[in-house]
């Protein structure tokens, strides 16, 4: 279970992230959705550590990750898998290495075990004859799915995803979707998805959370999402006309 | 006209920036220095850098040290006109000028723009594309394994380029010698031999490894700390040579003025 507390976040005189509480649903799809600048990525990068908060608590089944030092967080970090907006796969490994990484480093798996997982998590994303390819070799949606591969290949407790479906289009982005969706529910996975994408949101979301302006402006499940009565998150989901037309 | 109080305030802010870098960079360097999470995975990384760093650098490094000992036998020739001066001083000269200060600074000075070139953008690449956020998330000591694998394979394999320039040099320098007439091979091998003081390949040897551990681990920290975009991972790279090969000539001149 992931449990913000009071979290507040600046960067010099600026303040990104004011109060922002939440208690993300284990084993569900939790989406954070806002604006561009509304402090959706700093809140995820708050989460997993790459930003530290200026004040609050983040709570990984109760512990507080904010409170621990590299060496301690190490043992929540090997429970988390992340999924980046860029994929962030290692260009100078090809996939198989990509994936074998985090394995090498902090598994005690022999060789064919681990050659046997990477097999596993290269077919659970749908991906078969790219082990030996390079990143740069492969399209975005193919890198997407390498990255979730990369991210599962730990058997995580958490996963985060950082706008999954940037530079996609909307054929590869319901595939990815769907993909995260399989996963979090297969394993029991508790996915917090930082999106935009109100399709996504309509999709997979049984937990949202809107941010505005660096505040949780609202919190419900995609089905209470079309009834609100919120101004600012009406604009944003009725921002577009196809989503106008179809709620 | 710049005046009396805006000149200390320029030096001041130097100052802090000044202070400011070698505070991140001091941090940076503690930072790495921490037991590995798997050795076997920085070991690998030791080698595979090692592969890039030495036989990558063969071609270069060889090609500088003949023309260098070849230009240093010629020019020496070509000032030493008196004959009361023995003709074996040009081999002597030649060698002492290259195993001491050619091979280690120039070769060195060169292997920066490719080496810590390579380091920099690399590094920088990786930062701006998240991947040492994503090294970071998994766990790793991402300071440890961007630079301990690279400085020990640098430390290990640098040197052993800078002795095999040594002897390519005076191989160019006997070549060029020989061919152009301005030595019989007799002379510069007699030269080569005459007076040999291991001092000076040990003062060499200092140098290379003063310079290697500069040359990285500045690469490193221009690239660690770039933000922003391809045009930042550009600027880091360029900063990584220009601040490695002043970094570079101060200390050659330190170590001779310390050990010689």
Sequence with gaps: MIELKN??????TKSVLEDVSVNFQPGHTNLIIGGSGSGKTTLLKCMVGLHEVNSGQILYSGEDFCGLNFKERIP???????????????????????????????????????????????????????????????????KKRVGIARAIAMQPK??????????????????????????????????????????????????????HEGKKWWEGTNEEIRHTDNKELNEFVYASKFMRMHL | MISRSNLLLLLLLLEIMFLYHLGRYVLLLKSAFTKPEKF????????????????????IVSIIAVFLGAVTCVQTAYQLVSNLIPREVIGQITRDSTILEFSPSITMLVLSGRIGSNIASQIGTMRVTEQIDAL???????????????????????????VFSMFLSLIGGYVA???????????????ILLDWNPTILIVAL????????????????????TVGGALEVGRSSTKAVVYSCILILCCDYLVAQLFL
């Design chain 2, 136 to 162: 970071e998330i998994m766990g790793v000591n991402t300071t440890g394994f961007l630079i301990l694998p690279k400085l020990i394979a640098g430390l290990f394999i640098i040197p052993m380029l800078i």
């Design chain 1, 7 to 12: 979290i507040y976040k600046s960067f010099d």
């Design chain 2, 40 to 59: 076997d995975v920085y070991w690998k990384e030791t080698f595979r850098e090692m592969n890039v760093m030495g036989v990558g650098s063969l071609g």
């Design chain 1, 158 to 211: 958490y996963l985060f995803c950082d706008e999954p479906n940037s530079g996609l289009d909307p054929k590869t982005s319901i595939v990815i979707d769907n993909l995260i969706k399989e996963i979090t529910e297969e394993y029991n996975i508790t996915t917090v998805v930082n999106t935009h994408d109100m399709n996504s949101v309509m999709e997979i979301g049984d937990f949202i959370i809107f941010l």
């Design chain 2, 177 to 191: 010698g020989t061919l152009s007439g301005v030595i019989s091979p007799q002379e510069y091998v007699g030269g």
């Design chain 1, 76 to 142: 929540i970090r090997k429970e988390i898998g992340m999924l980046f907006q860029s994929s962030a796969l290692f260009d100078s490994m090809t996939v198989e290495e990509n994936l074998l990484f985090p394995l090498n480093m902090f598994s005690e798996m022999s060789f064919s075990e681990k050659s046997d997982r990477v097999d596993f998590c290269l077919k659970r994303v749908n991906l078969d004859n790219v082990r030996k390819l390079a990143p740069s070799e492969l399209s975005g949606g193919m």
């Design chain 2, 206 to 225: 200092i140098k290379t490894y003063v310079f290697v551990f500069l040359m990285i681990t500045v690469s490193v920290y221009h690239g660690y700390y």
